[in-house]
């Protein structure tokens, strides 16, 4: 028997041990195997006796919340992936004792274990195991003679440098000195470990620490009276009760049938293998705007975070003509107020269902969410990792389980209102200048997010995507669709769905403008390869208009005849004369997509923007299907 593996296991079960002289401490944590362990431990007394007077440290060992245990099989996946490295960065322009801050974090990870463990796996479960004696990671870099480009290269391969869950520390700290009054510090963290709650603890806590080692004033932090590790045991026993069973049924029950994907039209074809390369793009709403969004939640009797879901939930049906879409919104996870002052993963996303139609109102859909954002508010206790194993057995690797788009409203904490100059130098700073400074975005853990912030009086907003299925120039158009809709919201919330603009009409105007010449010649050049019988069909028919010649090109312009509303189409019009703008590229791509089980780029529609045309390539797509499958 490997007797620390033993004694590990009964300490991840509940029990307690300890050497009490030449016998062997112990607390069960019930009465069902406490004879058999009990014969166990006599019957490897001496070597139990030897490991807890000698390697006591081995038995910090517990078990993970279901959040950690999905973080962890996640890391198993790609574990050289940088998609779940957390950090936060600092601009220091005061002089600072490098060595007091190096004391300040050692402080910091005796306060909070977890920030000194290391996360492996014993038997078919992975396990946390706090290390006592790691040394903490943390590397000073003299970047005084550094290039400002060259000093972002390093930060972003600093930030992106992977994790060894199961040996190397948690938490690393990356000083960047530029002069003796300006320091860049680097604070990553893998999210196994932390959430963004956990980031604004540790932001509050670590000027008191600094504080304490460099005046020697005694520490005004309140010492901790639980650990993550109650947290884990509180879940378990919920979970286990008739708490537990009243979430699992109502989630049973609002996720029932089969799960609707969203169907976003990309630029590329979706790797069978989900990425996590990424980017994001930044807009700001108006002052105007804000200000009006935050008065038809009032009016509403709404909040900021619902308004802005349902219309962001809006914004994917339009571009999809999906009637169903799942969103998913994350939550504290914190419900119990003990566990409020505690870092670690406690972060939990809920799913938002909806459904929509046209012949809703904006006003009529928002009464819909409200109620499904209470109904998953009160019900945010159950982990979202028990959902994904109990209700999608079989995963698709190429998408991120349930939903795929992620929706935030992030409330700003003094830290981040700190940072951004809105509170000055703080007092609990001591005099030290701190300022934002900002690494870029290279990761998404799904195919789009919005993350939407307060900026003063201004509200701001971040659309992280995947940047193998998006370009950025589609992302920065849905960004001006997005705001346009709020714009036509916040107008007249009574507009059916169907008629809220998407796009502002003097973008409407150029894009017509831009196609009607290119028409011209497209449709010349078109009449110059036509054969007789193809000349008869177009004066048999309506002018200018060819009739399709195959069920294919039939199909293909039934599709467009209900994106257009146009009642006669002919095989070589082309789309963007036809009325056709970016937003109903978009429907019509996601349309031929579910009509022929066949994903086009978006830009092959500005390629090749006629039926014949978008017809031939699918033909020869099919083909090559065809062809892969043979041989």
């Not at 033993?6 to 030449?22: M, P």
């Not at 996303?349 to 909806?354: N, T």
């Not at 701190?434 to 939407?452: A, G």
């Amino acid at each position: 028997m490997n007797i620390v593996e033993f004694v590990q296991d009964l300490t991840i079960q509940g029990w307690q041990l300890w050497s009490n002289g030449e016998k062997i401490g112990y607390r069960a944590p019930n009465q069902e195997s406490t004879q058999l362990v009990l014969s166990q431990l006599k019957q490897h007394k001496t070597e139990v006796l030897k490991l807890l007077n000698t390697q006591p440290e081995l038995l910090h060992v517990y078990p993970l919340s279901y959040g950690q245990q999905a973080m962890w099989f996640l890391w198993k996946l790609a574990p050289k992936s940088c998609v779940y490295n957390v950090s936060m960065t600092t601009h220091i322009r005061s002089q600072v004792n490098v060595g007091h801050w190096r004391q300040a974090f050692q402080a910091l990870r005796k306060r909070h274990p977890i920030l000194h463990s290391t996360f492996t796996q014993r038997g078919q479960k992975p396990i946390q195991l706090v290390q006592e004696h790691q040394e903490l990671d943390f590397l000073q870099i003299d970047a005084t003679t550094w290039s400002q480009d060259e000093l972002d290269k390093r930060l972003v391969e600093a930030h992106q440098h992977p994790f060894d869950l199961e040996r190397e520390a948690v938490m690393r700290i990356r000083w960047f000195t530029r002069s003796e009054q300006e320091h860049i510090l680097l604070l990553t963290i893998h999210h196994i470990a932390v959430d963004g709650w956990s980031l604004n603890l540790i932001f509050q806590e670590l000027p008191k620490l600094y504080q304490a080692q460099t005046t020697d004033a005694e520490l005004s932090l309140t010492p901790l009276k639980h650990s993550y590790q109650d947290y884990v045991a509180w879940q378990k026993d919920m979970l286990e009760g008739t708490e537990g069973r009243r979430l699992w049924n109502y989630w049973q029950q609002q996720l029932a049938g089969k799960l609707p994907v969203l169907n976003l039209p990309t630029d590329r074809p979706r790797p069978t293998i989900q990425t996590y390369n990424g980017d994001a793009y930044f807009f700001q709403l108006s002052e105007k705007l804000s200000e009006q969004l935050k008065e038809i939640t009032r009016k509403e009797k709404s909040t900021l975070h619902t308004t802005l879901l349902a219309a962001f939930q809006v914004l994917l049906y339009r571009y999809t003509a999906q009637e169903e879409i799942l969103v998913g919104s994350p939550t504290s996870g914190r419900s119990c107020p003990e566990f409020a002052p505690i870092v670690g993963y406690f972060v939990e996303p809920v799913v938002m269902r909806a459904k929509l139609s046209d012949d809703l109102s904006f006003q009529e859909f928002l009464v819909q969410v409200r109620q499904t954002v209470l109904g998953a508010l009160d019900h945010q206790g159950y982990p979202f990792a028990l959902l994904v194993g109990k209700l999608l057995p079989e995963r698709d690797p190429s998408r991120s389980p349930i939903f795929q788009v992620l929706f935030v409203l992030h409330k700003i904490e003094q830290w981040q209102k700190l940072l951004s100059g809105e509170l000055g130098c703080s007092s609990d700073w001591h005099g030290i200048k701190v300022e934002p400074y900002e690494i870029p975005i290279k990761e998404s853990p799904f195919d789009l997010s919005l993350d939407m912030i307060p900026i003063g009086s201004c509200l701001g907003g971040f659309l992280r995507y995947n940047t193998d299925l998006f370009e950025r120039e589609t992302i920065v158009s849905m960004a001006g669709n997005f705001q346009t809709l709020l714009e036509a919201i916040v107008a007249n919330p009574q507009q059916k769905l169907s008629q809220l603009p998407l796009i502002k009409a003097t973008e409407q105007h150029k894009i017509m403008d831009g196609y009607k010449n290119q028409t011209a010649y497209l449709t010349e050049q078109y009449l110059h390869q036509l054969e007789t019988a193809e000349i008869e069909t177009v004066l048999l028919s309506a002018p200018g208009k060819v009739k399709p010649r195959n069920e294919l090109e039939h199909q293909m312009a039934q599709i467009w005849q209900e994106v257009l509303e146009v009642s006669q189409i002919g095989i070589y019009d082309n789309f963007f004369a036809l009325g056709g703008h970016s937003l109903m590229s978009v429907q019509l791509m996601n349309k031929i997509e579910q009509g022929f089980g066949q994903s086009l780029p978006l830009s092959t529609l500005f390629q090749f923007p006629t039926i014949e045309q978008l017809a031939a390539i699918l033909s020869q797509e099919r083909s090559l299907t065809t062809l892969e499958k043979q041989f």
